[in-house]
């Protein structure tokens, strides 16, 4: 890596200064990458939609993509995934264009991982999307329980690919970068699959544990009476952003492809006094692995558990339909498809008034906002309390001073509509949860 002439002119000024030892620039370099992609009829992505997506999964893991390489087959090469001839022109390629790693856009078996790997230089990684959104799992897993959600899913990925991928790993292609988190920096070449077996099931037996600790949390919360709405959609729809624009908080957001996958929540209040949770969670993709989904899913129970949904899309993308029916897909395998939800098309501000016109055409039941704006954040919270009441009953109550609790609970849990303090008690009009009509029917009055 060449240095600038500022950078040598430092360097120049700290030695005159007497510095022995000049600060050098750590950061590695960014590897070059080669992605490849299968054009097959009747696929449900288009091979160059599904490819742009894994440029910028491959750019998020710290790769630069220098070339892209497609073929149309009707059906996958079951040695090599794609035909030979164009086996040879990734080879070829991989050496003149110096490439560090080669990403395959599905997901490889052992043998064409093995055989691809024999046909290109013994310095080229050559890695599938399954490893890539590992790898970026991995490098983005903050909390205990989604780095241990993220070795899971990396040990299952492994296990049937142990036996061609010692020598993979025995390399030096796997001493860092794309596709080289696997198991946090231990060594490979020392686990067999009896210790790779035993490592799975501590992790389970450690994330059972851990699910238990956050379903007494979650029964603690909804025992509480206050309503959860969980957001959810595909990757870097803007739901983290979504979150601080609602509660005001501070959680971390960026423009990157998972950028954050532990779950979040905060607690907001409706304008009508009524609290509920807000909790964020990790994003959907396209071909999400189902070892991914298999590991997440305690922290995916956050949806499948919530009164609301927040289906949150990214309206200034041109795959917008695809994104959205992904996330449908991924909701079904959570069995989280009947629960109520609104759909929210995030960052309204990136669009012009005719693409505006145009969304609001095709989506005429959703929300356009801006969580970078605030614009539509107040229609989106209206719409979430008359969401939330559409399946409450409303009451006109008397509750005695002596029963202030149930007073306070109102506010809590319910939507007070009107409120006046009498002389036999606390008059109000509520709407009142499903769960809690038993505690203020005996208070009701004509």
């Known amino acids: 890596m060449t240095s600038s002439p500022d950078q040598l002119g430092a360097v120049s000024t700290a030695r005159t200064k007497g510095e022995r030892f000049p600060l ?12 490849v992609g299968v054009d097959r009829p009747g696929a449900v992505v288009d091979v160059s939609t599904s490819l742009a997506e894994l440029k910028r999964l491959a750019h998020t893991a710290g790769a630069d993509v220098m070339t892209t390489l497609t ?30 790693v080669i990403i395959i856009d599905d997901e490889l078996t052992p043998t064409q991982q093995s055989n691809l790997e024999k046909a290109v230089d013994r310095d080229v990684k050559v890695i599938d999307r399954t490893a890539l959104i590992l790898d970026i799992f991995a490098l983005h897993a903050k909390s205990r329980e989604g780095k241990l959600q993220v070795r899971l899913a990396q040990n299952e990925y492994l296990y049937p690919r142990l036996r061609g991928m010692w020598a993979h790993l025995a390399s030096n292609r796997m001493g860092g970068g794309v596709g080289s988190r696997f198991g946090e920096g231990e060594s490979q070449l020392e686990v067999d699959r009896r210790m790779v077996r035993n490592r799975i099931t501590a992790i389970k037996r450690e994330l059972a544990r851990l699910k238990g600790i956050r379903r007494i949390q979650r029964e603690s919360r909804y025992g509480s009476g206050i309503t959860n709405v969980a957001l959810a959609g595909y990757t870097n729809a803007g739901k983290s952003s979504l979150l601080n624009a609602l509660s005001g908080s501070q959680v971390y957001a960026d423009d990157l492809l998972f950028a954050t996958l ?7 209040t409706l304008p009508q006094g009524r609290q509920i949770t807000l909790t964020d969670t990790v994003g959907f993709i396209q071909k999400l692995p189902t070892t991914l989904v298999e590991a997440f899913q305690s922290t995916l ?7 609301l949904i927040l289906h949150v899309a990214d309206a200034s993308s041109a795959d917008l339909e695809m994104h959205k029916e992904a996330v449908l897909e991924a909701l ?12 929210v098309l995030n960052k309204a501000d990136l669009l012009s008034p005719e693409q505006r016109d145009a969304v609001r055409a095709r989506y005429p039941f959703a929300l356009l906002v801006s969580a970078s704006t605030g614009e539509g954040i107040d229609a989106l919270i209206e719409r979430i309390s008359r969401s939330l009441g559409a399946s409450e009953t409303t009451l006109s109550v008397v509750i005695p001073y002596a029963k202030g609790d149930d007073a306070s609970l109102a506010h809590r849990r319910c939507t007070v509509l009107s409120e006046s303090f009498e002389e036999d008690g606390t008059h109000m009009t509520l709407r009142c949860p499903q769960d809690l009509l038993s505690t203020y029917q005996r208070y009701v009055v004509e």
């Open 24 to 35: 050098i620039p750590t950061e590695s370099p960014r590897e070059r990458a080669l992605l």
């Open 262 to 268: 532990d779950s979040t929540t905060r607690s907001i």
């Open 332 to 343: 079904g395998q959570i069995e989280a498809q009947s629960i109520p939800s609104i759909l």
């Open 301 to 307: 129970d956050e949806i499948s558990g919530a009164d």
């Open 71 to 100: 073929q149309r087959l009707k059906s996958l090469n079951p040695a090599t995934f794609v035909g030979s001839g164009k086996v040879e022109e990734i080879a070829r390629i991989a050496r003149e264009e110096a490439i560090d």
